[in-house]
């Protein structure tokens, strides 16, 4: 009798996921498995905070169990999962999931055939070919993805700040958005820390002089000023910039990499055909606002200008990574040859 209890138990958890999986939502945070992919912090822990409010609005008595890869051994999971007397519901979270030895992804592929009702399992996995038999079998299942892709790019961490503006209910102008980016970096903790402090404490729009406001000194030490003012071909404050920023801690190679970024913007934006902001952001990967900052700054530059610009920066980038006695002479020399390359056309004019 009680074999064929546990065998009625286990056909129904089968029917209710088919019953589940073919009509919930795939954003519903509830469904039986949630596969968080990539190697984003903040939005790992994002996408598991998410399923613990939404089972805990569910009930308040959820039982959460948050463990590491070597925490899971074999049999664990089963443990985990088994049924409870008082049908209690639970998350079983598991993080670094593409480390879990072969034993253990046994049992998890297993689970993944016949889930337990009443219970979210979380699988944190940080992508590529490393326990890709465990992705791929999740996806199989039918999981709930949710992507957590590291924002190595500018333009990347530019719409995770748009994204927290308008999940917040608020606007703020893209010079706003490119401003804050400038100021704080590449931490997504500290960018979406900077959007709930300018939202709790400022009324309407948050424009850029909100931002300058806020972050004084951060925004002027930005890597990104120096490289505004050099292609602009402001050298003495291009310089004056430079030095504040390496005074402040400004790392030089993100320095030269913004001089890069801003000579090749330039570079891409002279050599495009011509067109609407909006086409123009498709075909060349910017924002539409940034095609027109783009336009006023590559006012006296010339092909060979660019060619120069981005010779002189690649010297510098070489000399501040070990190639060079002296980083900040070489970045100092880099700036001063992008300014002259941005007013190579106005001079030759005269």
């Known amino acids: 009798m009680a074999a064929d209890t546990g065998c009625q138990w286990r056909v129904g958890c089968l029917t209710a996921m088919a019953r589940k999986t073919d009509t919930a ?4 945070p ?13 939005l790992l ?15 308040a008595d959820t039982d959460v169990r948050d463990l590491t890869s070597d925490q899971l051994q074999p049999g664990t999971l089963a443990e985990l999962t088994s049924p409870s007397l008082f049908a209690e519901r639970k998350v079983v979270i598991v993080r670094n999931a593409q480390d879990l030895p ?46 957590c892709p590291k924002m190595t790019k500018p333009a990347d961490r530019l719409s995770f700040v748009r994204s927290e503006f308008r999940a917040l209910g608020r606007s703020a102008t893209p010079e706003a958005c490119q401003a804050l980016v400038d100021a704080i970096g590449s931490d997504l903790r500290e960018l979406a820390s900077a959007v709930s402090q300018l939202v709790a404490d400022v009324e309407g729009t948050i424009d850029e002089a909100v931002v300058g406001r806020y972050y004084t000194g951060r925004a002027e030490a930005s890597s990104f000023t120096v490289a505004d003012r050099a292609v602009e071909g402001r050298a003495a404050e291009a310089l004056e910039a430079l030095r504040w920023s390496l005074s402040t801690g400004v790392a030089p190679v993100m320095i030269t990499s913004a001089l890069a970024q801003g000579v090749r913007a330039i570079g891409k934006l002279s050599s495009a055909r011509g067109g609407r902001p909006a086409d123009l952001a498709r075909e060349l990967g910017m924002p539409p ?14 092909p060979d200008g660019v060619a120069a610009a981005l010779t ?7 000399g501040v990574k070990g190639g060079g006695d002296d980083p900040e ?18 001079a030759g004019g005269r």
Request: hydrophobic share 50%.
């Open 312 to 318: 002189a920066v690649a010297a510098a980038d070489a």
């Open 102 to 147: 072969a034993d253990t992804i046994k049992d998890v592929k297993a689970y993944l055939g016949a889930p337990a009702e009443e219970i979210t399992l979380v699988l944190l996995h940080a992508g590529g070919a490393k326990g890709k038999g465990l992705l791929d079998a999740a996806r199989k299942a039918g999981a709930r993805e949710v992507a």
């Open 45 to 59: 822990d994002r996408a598991v905070q998410q399923v613990v409010a939404a089972a805990r609005a569910a009930d």
């Open 289 to 302: 606002w940034k095609i027109d900052r783009v336009r006023q700054q590559m006012r006296g530059w010339t």
């Open 30 to 42: 509830l469904a039986p498995l949630t596969l968080a992919v990539g190697q984003e912090d903040l």
């Open 25 to 28: 939502d795939s954003s519903d």
């Open 329 to 346: 002479y070489a970045l100092e020399k880099a700036v001063v040859a992008v300014a002259r390359a941005a007013r190579a056309a106005r």
